[in-house]
């Protein structure tokens, strides 16, 4: 393990305030604890340890196994990275074994030449003629001896000739040794006289050779398989040229190799799913039969498995590219990932085969299709945008079941169940949805080229796009202004409430149903959920590159609350603001009523009554649309409420004219005031959607107006009714404007609004 991996370990396994300085020390400090010669690993896991929780435990055990598949996948990628060199090195010790073993055959023939020769001279000179009898006789049978020897030489090296030409090779192998063996014995004897002793050697060697040539040349013979190519591989090794007879292996699997790829082209004319995955088959089948037959031959020699390894990792990167230039890069072009995804689905199957080998050749198969792949994400992204629009332009913002038959239904559903699980969504939102779930399909197998990012990332920025389009309809939307007279997209304007709030049907279901369960395959676990689980195999980068699910989703959520603010805005603004920019939420309304003679009929200001109908009217279409979703339609009524109350609250002109204006706010004004913020608090209670912040905010609004009454000299406690009285009136309200009843006739007599209040009651009650 490297530095780097101490220092990630050092840093994950540190709690609380030892995490804190050691993130202050430098690499080097942080380092001299694993460089000790004293380092215990098991005493420093146990000062660590000692104080932590179960959860922080198991936390740090789920750190160090992803520190511990981070320090493989880097391994990995160096060995990767420097294995060029090794394997040139490896060839480079392989020539130079082979030029040191002719070296050594080089001089063991000068040797026995100079030998030779010596043995003539002795003999010229013993043949001077001073010996006696008994001498010449001893000579002349040896003469005898080597005579016979030399015609048994010959009739040994006519033997060999003969078996070579009928390519014998198992007798001729068996004959070479037997002669080599003879030649070794006859150098400490007077068998054979030095001149056939040195024809024997060298025929022997030259005859060595020529069997060798005939091996090669058997061993490239296309028709060569099988058992003959198997015994023609080890006679060569066994003549001692190991390493040619291992690069012949290979040629050999490399010719047949491409006669069977040029085979299967004449038979197709396109490069088809079918057709790429009996490519892929020739292929990696070849590569299998090529890493059996050189470990039956060669065993586990590291010379022969480094060349072994070069030459799978070359026949691969040939296929890839081939692969690349005939069949991503179309897909590439069309911005269609079905087809590129399932060749690459094929080729990966057939590859991972070859693990089992020791031979991992996925990361050379797809390390040429992550750009090209890229490439064509980018294009199905733009073409899933550039649909989207133009079906926007035409989208009559009506929420329909998809047509029976447009996705798969479940065998074992009846068609009702199935047509009512299936979303209510516009004609464009339907589209957008089918075509981004393909697009998530398509690449859920391409995770292995780590496709996943940014396939998310660009399903986030189309639905960001979508949801734009979606704000566009709204009438009056800021960002149509902005887009017109520009570049901008048309989009068919929501004229309707029905429409508008079909618009945020779309964005939600979209959102927090349709997207996710599409993405499921693709998104990690939520980290809450991954302390307990082993992390999948090839994993450990993934927190860095892809969002976990809850991030995802909230990601999604943001754009659909950009929808639904814009979607409180314009409504808001249309109560707060005539057509002609009039302002009807202003202090004249509260500040005016002190100015007259008679006590007003104590009821809600009409803006207020406006505001609650519209809610009203709102809630009673959500509830249709978002069936199953009923929080969604809650948080819309509780922030457009909130939108209003808000906007009086930050209103500067309205608050200047009530705590500074001209004219103080009297008894009437206030109690008009309290009332309308009681109503609020009332209906919203009612509907189930009021806020803390909504009630806070009320609540700051009515202790500011009571302040700014308190400061203008009269006592607003001496002229605000009791609680019971607002809430009545608003209680009344909201039954007169629901039409769930009336005032009636009831006489004008009674002044307090105590008693007012409580004759409508009555009155009420009567009808």
């Not at 060798?212 to 003549?239: M, R, W």
């Not at 010379?303 to 005939?326: G, I, M, N, P, Y």
């Not at 199953?628 to 009524?637: M, P, Q, V, W």
């Amino acid at each position: 393990m490297d530095a780097s991996f101490f220092a990630r370990e050092s840093f994950s396994s540190s709690i609380g305030d030892s995490a804190e300085l050691e993130s202050n020390l430098t690499l080097k400090d942080r380092l001299k604890t694993f460089k000790s010669s004293k380092f215990d690993p098991n005493s420093y896991l146990t000062s660590k340890c000692q104080n932590m929780t179960e959860k922080e435990i198991k936390h740090l055990c789920w750190n160090l196994v992803e520190l511990k598949n981070s320090s493989a996948e880097e391994m990995r990628k160096s060995v990767y990275a420097n294995y060029g060199a090794f394997i040139r090195t490896s060839k480079e010790i392989t020539v130079l074994e082979g030029e040191l073993l002719s070296m050594r055959n080089y001089l063991s023939t000068q040797a026995a030449l100079v030998h030779s020769l010596a043995e003539d001279i002795r003999i010229d000179t013993v043949s001077n003629g001073a010996e006696d009898s008994a001498e010449e006789d001893i000579f002349i049978v040896e003469n005898k001896e080597h005579s016979k020897t030399e015609n048994w030489l010959v009739d040994f090296l006519d033997t060999l000739e003969v078996l070579l030409a009928e390519k014998r090779v198992s007798e001729a192998m068996t004959a070479l040794d037997e002669g080599e063996r003879l030649a070794e014995e006859a150098n400490g004897s007077k068998k054979f006289s030095p001149g056939a002793l040195l024809r024997l050697k060298n025929t022997i060697a030259g005859l060595r050779q020529k069997l060798a040539d005939q091996l090669a040349d058997t061993i490239c013979e296309p028709s060569t398989c099988g058992g003959e190519l198997h015994a023609a591989v080890l006679a060569l090794k066994d003549l001692g040229d190991g390493p040619h007879a291992h690069t012949l292996l290979l040629k050999s699997h490399q010719q047949k190799l491409q006669c069977g790829m040029q085979s299967l082209r004449l038979s197709n004319t396109s490069f088809g799913a079918t057709f790429i995955a009996a490519l892929s088959q020739i292929v990696f089948s070849t590569i299998a039969k090529a890493s059996s037959d050189s470990l039956a031959v060669f065993g586990e020699e590291p010379a022969c498995s480094s060349e072994l390894v070069t030459w799978s990792v070359k026949q691969t990167e040939v296929f890839s590219l081939l692969l690349k230039r005939h069949v991503l890069a179309a897909s590439a072009a069309s911005g269609s990932l079905r087809v590129a995804s399932e060749c690459i689905q094929i080729c990966l199957t057939h590859c991972s085969l070859l693990e089992a080998r020791g031979l991992a050749l996925s990361p050379v198969l797809l390390r040429p299709f992550r750009h090209t792949l890229e490439e064509a994400l980018r294009t199905n992204l733009k073409r899933i945008e550039r649909t989207c629009a133009a079906l926007a332009a035409a989208d009559d913002w009506v929420l329909t079941h998809p047509p029976i038959g447009s996705r798969p239904l479940s065998s074992t559903a009846s068609l009702s169940n199935s047509i009512v699980s299936q979303p209510k969504l516009s004609s464009s939102a339907r589209r957008f949805s089918s075509m981004v779930q393909e697009f998530l399909e398509d690449v859920a197998p391409l995770e292995s080229l780590q496709l996943d990012g940014p396939a998310l990332e660009g399903a986030l920025e189309v639905f960001n796009s979508y949801v734009s389009l979606l704000i566009n309809a709204l009438p009056g939307s800021m960002e149509q202004e902005e887009n017109e007279g520009s570049s901008g997209k048309v989009v068919r304007v929501a004229e309707t409430e029905a429409q508008q709030i079909a618009l945020l049907a779309n964005a939600s279901l979209l959102a927090d149903d349709v997207l996710p369960r599409a993405a499921v395959k693709l998104l990690p676990l939520s980290q809450s959920n991954r302390v307990d689980a082993t992390p999948k195999r090839g994993s450990s980068d993934r927190p860095s590159r892809v969002p976990d699910q809850r991030e995802w989703k909230r990601r999604l959520q943001r754009s659909v609350d950009r929808l639904r603010d814009s979607f409180c805005r314009h409504h808001a603004l249309e109560l707060i603001f005539t057509d002609d920019g009039y302002i009807r939420l202003n202090a004249q309304i509260y500040l005016s009523m002190d100015g007259n003679t008679q006590e007003p009929e104590w009821f809600p200001s009409s803006i207020f009554q406006e505001l609650f109908l519209k809610l009203t009217q709102i809630a009673s279409i959500a509830t249709d649309m978002f069936v199953g979703r009923e929080r969604f339609a809650t948080i819309l009524l509780m922030r457009l409420t909130e939108t209003v109350i808000l906007w009086l609250s930050e209103d500067q002109t309205f608050w200047e004219e009530i705590e500074e204006g001209p004219k103080p706010l009297g008894a009437l004004g206030i109690q008009q005031f309290y009332l309308d913020m009681e109503f609020v608090m009332v209906f919203a209670s009612q509907g189930r959607y009021l806020s803390r912040n909504l009630q806070q905010v009320i609540k700051n609004i009515i202790e500011r107006a009571i302040e700014a009454v308190s400061n203008s000299g009269l006592d607003p406690y001496s002229v605000l009714p009791e609680d019971d009285w607002f809430a009545e009136v608003a209680q009344i309200a909201i039954k007169m404007l629901t039409g769930k009843g009336n005032f009636g006739n009831v006489d004008r007599e009674v002044t307090s609004p105590t008693a007012s209040v409580m004759s409508s009651v009555v009155s009420h009650g009567s009808n």
